[in-house]
């Protein structure tokens, strides 16, 4: 008769954890709706879900390797690498919407590594505009009322995953405007 209690004790409690929702350990952030897509990765095209970001400071940039703004992957990777440390990262979404992007994943992974030194996150081309938009930059574009009008548009999310700001092709990497908007999200303290 023990044996069966006991059985009976471990079946319960068994049934009573499939029940229970998912833990997440404290401080864990849960992925906002902005960041709750994945991607293939540039470099491997293996899926990357967007939520690894949660709690960070995101820049998300359209990119393209062969435009007059192309030279901006210097000043993006200079970026992240001076505010990586205290929870920025940047996005780069390579796109020939603008038709000046042809290359292969894995030849604009070699572009952008060889010529800029990325290191920066990047993922596979995807469209950024119009009907054939991926979710995240419709997403986008409807919160910020702008979709990418040209090559290295950029929308800054803060820790929390809201929309900060939207920036043209035109504001540089090193702009005191983006940077004074990159400090400010970076002095708030991530969600718990």
Not at 140 to 157: C, D, E, I, M, V
Not at 166 to 182: E, I
């Amino acid at each position: 008769m023990n044996i069966l209690f006991r059985l009976f004790q471990t079946a319960a409690f068994g049934a009573a954890l499939l029940a229970a929702p998912a833990y997440a350990s404290p401080g864990a952030a849960a992925c906002p709706a902005t960041l709750q897509h994945t991607f293939p990765r540039l470099q491997d095209e293996k899926p990357q879900s967007l939520c690894q970001y949660s709690g960070k400071v995101v820049l998300i940039v359209n990119t393209a390797s062969f435009c007059g703004f192309t030279g901006q992957y210097k000043g993006l990777e200079e970026l992240y690498s001076r505010y990586k440390g205290q929870g920025l990262v940047v996005l780069g979404f390579p796109s020939n919407d603008f038709s000046q992007e042809t290359g292969s994943n894995q030849q604009i992974a070699e572009f952008c590594e060889n010529t800029f030194g990325v290191k920066f996150p990047m993922f596979a081309k995807t469209s950024v505009k119009g009907p054939e938009a991926s979710p995240l930059f419709r997403q986008l574009a409807q919160l910020s009322g702008t979709a990418p009008r040209w090559n290295f548009h950029k929308y800054l999310l803060g820790r929390d995953g809201k929309l900060v700001d939207q920036y043209s092709s035109l504001t540089a990497p090193d702009s005191k405007g983006l940077l004074r908007a990159v400090e400010q999200q970076l002095a708030v303290a991530a969600p718990r």
